[in-house]
């Protein structure tokens, strides 16, 4: 039943929206848990978005309609600051929630009173299959730093963190400004993912995700970047760089960079002493991006020369990830065949 304080907020920010806003509205109408209010913020839209809206007489149902489009963040923040529930359900204008998700997520809110933002897992709308979503607070923050892993329409937020703590959305961090919410909560509380597939996810040419997925991809490496300094926040500006071009899969590190990798790593992973990354899970993160960096540096290479082999062996005993036989045997060969061509030439 509805009530004058209800236990949830639904927030959802809408932007031209017609032609899913009427399957988006009725999954959240038709939750099983009923007790919430449901903030539908309207961004200046120019096609008949709100006027589907307007003909669902639903008392729960509050529809804001903003004169001047200043972006979904800007809704989102606002519709913080007037929700009143205990807690704050997202929703997009273009999904469908299946009709336990309230009920589900709600439960396990209020038995673990330690998780600040709990998603759940989705399936693309068209298709049958269930997204396997990382589930625990120590795998997600592991996950966070290799990108985004907890789907922003499918989450619950505990208001109280929010307000105890003055945190909401960053603009600046547009467009995964979700991600970005996700790093900072993590040091207020518990992050978690339900394995239940409790959202339906739609993918289309002009969702934000598609729209500006290079800004997106961009924002999101800096954020991989603060998640990292959380831990220790003296972080040189070569570290930083080298750490960027490490994690970035088109990026290749030459060995004068690859030494200040591994220095940074070092660095890292004695920060972590505390704990707050899963000490195993951090290492193996570690060594993963270290197999990239050889892989590079010694192994996937145009040209070879003797000089590899004696750079490689000078940081064998620094390396988690080391060349496999092989591999080792072919940089050999090349750097001697390479060798033998320059001095017939």
């Not at 979503?133 to 922003?152: M, P, Y």
């Not at 000089?307 to 050999?332: A, E, V, W």
Request: proline content about 2%.
């Amino acid at each position: 039943m509805e009530s004058s304080t209800p236990k949830i907020t639904v927030l959802m920010p809408v932007y031209n929206c017609e032609l899913y806003i009427q399957e988006a509205v009725e999954s959240i109408l038709n939750q099983t848990y009923t007790d919430f209010e449901f903030l539908i913020i309207d961004d200046a839209s120019t096609d008949k978005t709100v006027s589907i809206i307007k003909t669902y007489n639903d008392s729960r149902i509050q529809l804001i309609e903003k004169p001047v489009n200043t972006g979904h963040t800007s809704s989102l923040n606002y519709g913080l600051t007037i929700a009143k529930g205990k807690y704050i359900a997202r929703m997009d204008g273009d999904d469908i929630s299946l009709p336990e998700r309230f009920e589900k997520q709600l439960a396990y809110m209020e038995s673990n009173e330690d998780t600040v933002v709990c998603g759940t897992a989705l399936s693309l709308i068209g298709e049958d299959n269930c997204r396997k979503v990382v589930v625990g607070h120590e795998d997600i923050k592991i996950k966070l730093l290799e990108g985004n892993s907890i789907a922003h329409p499918s989450v619950f937020l505990r208001k109280e963190t929010l307000v105890n703590n003055s945190v909401f959305y960053d603009t600046l961090m547009e467009p995964a400004e979700d991600y970005d919410l996700w790093v900072r909560l993590s040091t207020f509380g518990k992050l978690h993912n339900l394995e239940d597939c409790l959202l339906k996810y739609r993918i289309h040419d002009s969702q934000v995700s598609n729209v500006r997925k290079r800004s997106q991809e961009n924002v999101a490496i800096e954020i991989r970047f603060k998640l990292l300094t959380l831990i220790n926040d003296k972080v040189t500006p070569l570290e930083k760089e080298v750490y960027l071009k490490a994690i970035n899969p088109t990026e290749k590190l030459n060995f004068d960079e690859f030494i200040v990798f591994l220095t940074f790593k070092s660095k890292m992973l004695k920060a972590n002493k505390n704990g707050f990354f899963d000490k195993k899970g951090f290492v193996m993160y570690w060594s993963g991006l270290e197999e990239k960096c050889i892989r590079y540096t010694f192994k996937n290479r145009t040209s070879y020369s003797f000089t590899q082999i004696i750079q490689y062996l000078s940081l064998y005993r620094k390396l988690n990830h080391r060349l496999d036989s092989m591999s080792f045997i072919k940089l050999t060969v090349k750097s001697i065949l390479n060798y033998k061509q320059k001095s017939i030439n």
